[in-house]
Every structure is written in structure tokens, then in C-alpha cells.
């Protein structure tokens, strides 16, 4: 009962139907319905603003570069991979665009009727195209787009590490991706598998609570991580950005992490003795993180 309160709380936080679609996935007695619809997707801020992941690229490249000396990726003729991309293709699209061989995927709730139904293609890619077209000059018309969409992006729906994805990578990304999957290591793992010294790599982390609450942290320290995911489900790993960095290190992955996003501790709130015994302040107020290969 105090875990129903619990999620019941955190769904008012949400629009009114991505607090219904949340709802008809988790509360035992409402029926379930699929995992997304095309009705979903283009009423949520998120999801429906397809050139996100062209921004979110763009502000992540500009940070790399000013840390790294980064250069932008190369789409072109490259072997694209994305974990967990959502239900619209994620990168997928953009590195389309922008003249890659090949995009695969591994997404749970992936729907390869959906992403190709005409819906989405009238309200969802025409749209990105444009956008597109407008921020990288005009590479194809929508029509050549489409077809290129359907030749050349492969989504698996499963969890990253159980499909069967391999062969190597030019490109490996994810978005929000990598706090969400349990267990993360065999996902490592994986990635592991599909990279060479020359593979280039963007995942970016939120460490977050991810709800719309004052602090990002809000409510994560106040008990163990254990406790945190018996009330709310296997949401978040709770994982925090000196995690990653020693998995991509014990499974040989040369990474650089540069955090993005560090939102100094209010003091309203005090943090339990289990984070405090484990984490510094750094790895308890980094937010976002872009964990990265090597420039
Ligand atoms: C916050 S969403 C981000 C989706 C997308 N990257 C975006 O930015 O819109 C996290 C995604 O990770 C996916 N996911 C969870 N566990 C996964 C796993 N083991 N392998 C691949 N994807 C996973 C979820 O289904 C979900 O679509």
C-alpha cells in the first residue's frame, strides 16, 4: 500500500495522460495497454520533439569539445549503435540523415509498426526532416528519408545485452539510457563486444530522480539504494557517476566522464549514513554525466 502512495505521489508530478500511461503500466488494477501510442508519443513534450536528439548532440559535442578538444561525430558511413533508443528511433533518424550505413538498436519497448506508421511519419518524422534540412542543409527530400529509415535502422525489443547485436561499431550512444537497465554490468558487457580502439562513444547519464521535484536528489539519499528501489520499482539503478566509471574500467573501455550537469547539496535535506560512507560530494550532486571514449 505504501508503495502504490509512494508511485501515486510521484504520478502527480506528470501530464494528465503520461500519468495515465504510467498508471495502466504499474497499478495491478488498471487493464494494461501497449507500452506506447502514437497518441502517447505525440503528446508528450518529450517524445514528440523529434530534433532533441540534434540538440542534446549538439550541447553535448559543445561541452566535449571545450573539455577535450572533442570532434563532432561522423555520420557518415558509419555503423551506428544506440542502447535503449525509445519508441522513436532515438539517434536513429539524425544519423540516418546524416549518412550512416546502419543504425541498430535494442529497446524494450519498441513497436516497428508504430515508429513506421503513417501517423508518426505525417506528425512525427516530416517534421524532424524539416528540421533537420534546416540545421544540416538539404541532404535528401522526406521521400529518400523514409525509405532510408526503413533500409537502414534495425531495433531489436529486448534489453541491449540479450540481443543480437554485434559486429563492430563506429558509433556507440545512449540518452538516459544507462541508469535505467538492471543489471548494468552485462550491459557493459555487451558494449564491450561491439567496439574497437576506434569506436567512438556518447552516453549521457542522468543520475537523477527523475521527476519534476525542486532537486534532482530529492528523496534519493534519504535510505539505501535497496530501499529506495523496493518502493518504487526497478525505475532507476541508483548507480552514481563514480559506478560508471569504474564499470567501463573493470571491463576494459577506455572512458573519460566529464560531468554536465553538478547541482551543489541544499541542506534541507540530510543524506543518509550509507551514501555518505560510499560517495564524495561529487559523485552525490552530479546530475548528468557524458561518459565518453577517448578523444
Ligand atoms: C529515459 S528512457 C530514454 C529513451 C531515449 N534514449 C530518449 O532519450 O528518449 C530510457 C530507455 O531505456 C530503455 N531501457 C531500459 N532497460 C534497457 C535495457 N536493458 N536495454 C536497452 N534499453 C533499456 C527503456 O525502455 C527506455 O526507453
Not at 129 to 150: K, M, N
Not at 170 to 184: A, G
Request: hydrophobic share 40%; with cysteine.
Amino acid at each position: 500500500m505504501k508503495r502504490i502512495g509512494t508511485s501515486l505521489r510521484h504520478l502527480m508530478d506528470l501530464t494528465p495522460r503520461e500519468t495515465w500511461r504510467l498508471a495502466r503500466g504499474r497499478l495491478p488494477f488498471v487493464p494494461k495497454g501497449p507500452a506506447w501510442t502514437a497518441m502517447d508519443l505525440l503528446a508528450s513534450v518529450k517524445h514528440r520533439h523529434g530534433i532533441r536528439f540534434a540538440e542534446l548532440l549538439l550541447r553535448q559535442e559543445a561541452i566535449l569539445s571545450r573539455e577535450l578538444g572533442w570532434k563532432p561525430l561522423d555520420f557518415a558511413g558509419a555503423r551506428v549503435v544506440e542502447v535503449g533508443c525509445g519508441p522513436l528511433a532515438g539517434f536513429g533518424p539524425l544519423a540516418v540523415f546524416c549518412g550512416a550505413d546502419v543504425f541498430e538498436s535494442a529497446e524494450p519497448e519498441w513497436d516497428s509498426r508504430l515508429f513506421f506508421s503513417q501517423e508518426i511519419s505525417d506528425r512525427y518524422l516530416r517534421v524532424m526532416h524539416a528540421d533537420l534540412t534546416g540545421l544540416y542543409g538539404p541532404r535528401i527530400s522526406f521521400d529518400t528519408f523514409q525509405e532510408l529509415l526503413s533500409e537502414r535502422i534495425k531495433v531489436h525489443k529486448s534489453g541491449f545485452a540479450a540481443a543480437p547485436v554485434s559486429g563492430e561499431a563506429d558509433i556507440v550512444l545512449s540518452q538516459s539510457c544507462l541508469e535505467h537497465v538492471f543489471p548494468l554490468e552485462t550491459t557493459i558487457e555487451k558494449i564491450e563486444t561491439i567496439q574497437t580502439p576506434l569506436t567512438r562513444f556518447i552516453h549521457l547519464v542522468d543520475f537523477g530522480n527523475h521527476y519534476l521535484t525542486p532537486s534532482p536528489f530529492d528523496g534519493l539519499y534519504d535510505q539505501p539504494p535497496e530501499s529506495y528501489i523496493a518502493a518504487r520499482g526497478e525505475a532507476i539503478n541508483m548507480l552514481r557517476v563514480s559506478d560508471i566509471s569504474a564499470l567501463f574500467e573493470c571491463k576494459d573501455i577506455p572512458a573519460q566522464v566529464v560531468p554536465s550537469r553538478v547541482i551543489p547539496h541544499s541542506n534541507r535535506r540530510s543524506v543518509h549514513s550509507w551514501w555518505r560512507e560510499r560517495y564524495d560530494d561529487d559523485a552525490l550532486f552530479t546530475q548528468l554525466a557524458l561518459v565518453v571514449s577517448i578523444p
